[in-house]
């Protein structure tokens, strides 16, 4: 039986994208080679990150004055690769704390230089965002994150500001219509919209690179742009896979139907959700996420239970970040609406035996 995956990531991937990817495994392209087995170097794969690269572009609607890379690691290894490049010792940085990736980050950032906190929603567990915030003179950027997977909240408009903006986009990058242009720097790990584990894209605006600092060669975004993303070698099935996603991207309608897929999820979880007496959200309504929607019982004791009759019914990942608890139910791109059907059916019946 085929499972319904509310995993918030890995997590679903579109079946014709894992079609392909596993055809490529055998022979890529009728090359006689599988995927796994061709040289980054080859005019092959030369392609593939062509292609990956000026997808992201078309898709971001950004120009000449951005560089796409393609880099090995987390979205966590960006939380220091992007000070390490950005920011100078002498300099700082701002950030904005919504949630338990925030606070990684601006961590990772007290290495590289000074970083200061100019919002924080610690005070409420994070189920909110805080819009007003005022940003020192001087910072060499304000960070961000788009989307908080664990917490369940989602920047639905752009932080206010003048100052560059640097946006960790891991868990949202690609499912609606956004004003790329509007950021200097944006990361995000493949694998929850975008792909297989193992690959970061970085998007730069290049005016934003250029510190007096030694950065390590492996490190440096200018090195990564010289090569072409090219300068060791790349995990190549996971630019590969998001190639495939980016491409399924495009033919189904680009980021306004990823949009209109995802208001349609959220808004039939959502509004059952806040019918149901025997469950409560965990953010405010205002600023839910259309990725991670985060509630629980509202009888403690019965989370557990309702976990296990989710798992007898086939229906993955729905138990919450084990930081914070609760549930969590992840409708990224490729979730289709008869998931979140299967769930909120499931949940009206739960809702109906033990309110
Ligand atoms: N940032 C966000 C918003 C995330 O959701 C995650 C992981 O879920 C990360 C960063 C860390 O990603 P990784 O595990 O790829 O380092």
């Known amino acids: 039986m085929k499972m319904h995956n509310f995993n918030s990531g890995p997590s679903i991937l579109p079946k014709e994208v894992m079609e392909q990817a596993a055809a490529a495994i055998y022979d890529f392209n009728g090359v006689g080679l599988s995927i796994l087995e061709i040289g980054h170097r080859t005019s092959w794969f030369g392609a593939v990150m062509d292609e990956a690269r000026a997808l992201v572009k078309e898709l971001m609607g950004i120009g000449d004055a951005y560089e796409v890379l393609f880099l090995h690691g987390g979205a966590s290894t960006q939380f220091m690769q992007v000070p390490m490049n950005l920011l100078d010792t002498d300099e700082t940085a701002a950030y904005i704390d919504n949630g338990i990736w925030g606070t990684k980050a601006v961590k990772e950032a007290r290495l590289f230089g000074n970083a200061v906190v100019v919002s924080s929603t610690k005070d409420k567990n994070h189920s909110y965002i805080a819009k007003a915030f005022t940003v020192p003179a001087g910072v060499k950027y304000l960070h961000y994150t788009t989307n908080n997977t664990v917490e369940g909240t989602q920047w639905h408009s752009f932080p206010a500001t003048d100052v560059p903006l640097v946006a960790d986009m891991s868990s949202d990058i690609f499912s609606r219509p956004f004003d790329y242009s509007k950021l200097a720097l944006i990361y995000a790990g493949a694998q929850k919209n975008m792909g297989a584990a193992g690959v970061n894209i970085v998007v730069v605006k290049k005016d934003m690179l250029g510190i007096k600092r030694a950065i390590p060669a492996i490190m440096n975004y200018r090195n990564h742009i010289e090569a072409g993303s090219l300068l060791n070698t790349p995990p190549v099935f996971a630019v590969y896979v998001a190639l495939l996603t980016l491409r399924w991207i495009k033919r189904e309608g680009g980021l306004a139907e990823m949009e209109k897929r995802a208001k349609e999820r959220a808004a039939l979880f959502y509004d059952t959700l806040d019918a149901l007496p025997a469950f409560k959200p965990l953010v405010v309504k205002e600023d839910r996420s259309m990725m991670n929607a985060t509630f629980t019982t509202v009888r403690p004791e019965l989370e ?52």
């Open 304 to 355: 557990d239970t309702f976990v296990a009759l989710c798992k007898q019914e086939g229906m993955v990942g729905v138990k919450g970040h084990r930081s914070v608890g609760g549930l969590r139910v992840s409708m990224y791109n490729a979730l289709p609406l008869s998931s979140v059907q299967a769930i909120v059916d499931l949940m009206k019946d739960f809702s109906d035996k033990n309110a």
